[in-house]
């Protein structure tokens, strides 16, 4: 079964709903949510926020924050999840920032950067992801990841047994 109607199936039995802002994997999450046939029962929303100006006026992230952690922080992908959260009035906020490469790495935040951020009530979750590969298959990766975070953090929060993610095919 795929991961994304394994969520599905989790959101829509405990009532729960999800919203995704996603900057370095460019809309590949909300895409994948969004092929499953009802996902309109537990997705409300996404935005691809991609750039510094989008971080701030559409999640709510000041600017000067953006500029002392930098977009790709966890610091700016915890915020990035709790403002899609508040924006959609969702129970869970999921986002994504990172370097997908080719260009824009740094010694101190490389190519394959990638953090994930996830918000529910008043805790938030940060994974930080070190990926390989073309621009493409970081991006791919990184939703892949967020999506498998997300589902780890649900199984747990619901109550669940947790199924090994190594069965759940993309």
Do not use: H
Request: proline share 3%; aromatic share 8%; charged share 30%.
């Amino acid at each position: 079964m795929k991961l994304e109607k394994l969520i599905g199936d989790r959101l829509r039995k405990k009532g729960w709903t999800l919203s995704i802002a996603e900057s370095c994997t460019g809309g590949l999450i909300n895409d994948r949510i969004t092929d499953v046939p009802g996902s309109s029962d537990y997705f409300m929303g996404g935005m691809v926020t991609y750039s510094n100006k989008s971080k701030t006026e559409l999640l709510g992230i000041p600017e000067a924050y953006i500029k002392r952690f930098g977009a790709v922080s966890p610091q700016v992908a915890r915020k990035m999840a709790q403002g899609v959260r508040k924006a959609f009035g969702t129970t869970f906020g999921l986002s994504t920032t990172g370097v997908a490469g080719p260009t824009g790495g740094t010694k101190e935040k490389p190519v394959g950067l990638v953090y994930i951020g996830l918000a529910k009530g008043k805790k938030t979750w940060v994974r930080k992801l070190n990926l390989e590969g073309s621009r493409k298959e970081i991006k791919e990766k990184a939703a892949e990841k967020a999506l498998k975070f997300f589902y780890e953090r649900l199984v747990e929060k619901a109550g669940f047994s947790m199924k090994s993610l190594r069965e759940v095919k993309k």
